[in-house]
């Protein structure tokens, strides 16, 4: 079975550019995470989804991050307009609750803002 | 405070060495623990989860105190393979909200 999908796995984008982050999770789970990680920070959650419906961003750093779930198989993140300090790994992650919460990672997106 | 909060290391290690790993977490109505892995460069995947029994697999150990809020990792006869770093994990509030410690890395050296 295929993992989590995400694309691109690198983006180098210059400060103010619209940056669009995908991510498909494995087929028939039901929750979906977006993370950050950073050297100083870690690894941040910022935003997970239950049946594609939004359940807590409380983690999005600020309005000028967005996330969306139109469907079961596809998450966007999208940072509007992008700044240096957004450079970061995005990961993507689901879960299907009833394994446990075990929750399975993609590759990750190596974002860089100039 | 940080809600998970684990000893960042390094932890340089010879092989064949047994190594200890702890983590505590602040709230009392976390519901599930885990154990992740992280290569360099890479996602994290998970090593094994936590239970109050304590449960085993092969070579690693996982702990749970809930009293104290501790959760330990212990890693018998170290092998090479096992130099990466170790991600401490909670779930709160109904499995979804998921806090990682900063991790610990590990060295296992010949």
């Known amino acids: 079975d295929a993992g989590v999908i995400q694309s691109p796995r690198h983006e180098v984008t210059e400060m103010g550019q619209e940056v669009t982050l995908r991510c498909k999770p494995i087929?028939?789970?039901?929750?979906l995470f977006w993370y950050r990680q950073t050297m100083m920070r870690g690894l941040e959650l910022l935003i997970y989804f239950n049946n594609n419906v939004p359940i807590d961003d409380s983690g999005m750093p600020e309005d000028r991050f967005s996330a969306k779930m139109p469907n079961a198989s596809f998450s966007t993140l999208k940072i509007q307009p992008s700044e240096p300090r957004d450079s970061a790994v995005y990961f993507c992650?689901?879960?299907?609750?009833?394994?446990?919460?075990?929750?399975?990672f993609g590759p990750g997106t190596r974002l860089l803002v100039l | 405070r940080k809600e998970v909060e684990q000893d960042p290391g390094p932890f340089n290690v010879p092989e064949g060495a047994t190594v200890a790993f702890n983590c505590t977490y602040s709230n009392s109505a976390s519901q599930s623990f885990f154990w992740y892995r992280q290569d360099c460069r890479k996602e994290p995947k998970l090593l094994m989860s936590?239970?109050?029994s304590g449960n085993e697999d092969g070579r690693f150990t996982a702990q749970l105190n809930r009293a104290s809020q501790y959760i330990s990792l212990l890693i018998r006869d170290s092998k090479l393979s096992d130099s990466a770093t170790y991600l401490c994990?909670?779930?709160?509030?109904?499995?979804?909200?998921?806090?990682f410690g900063a991790g610990t890395r590990l060295f296992v050296k010949a």
């Open positions: 994990v909670v779930l709160n509030t109904g499995g979804f909200k998921t806090i």
């Open positions: 087929s028939g789970h039901n929750s």
């Open positions: 992650a689901s879960s299907l609750v009833q394994e446990g919460e075990t929750q399975y």
């Open positions: 936590v239970y109050s």
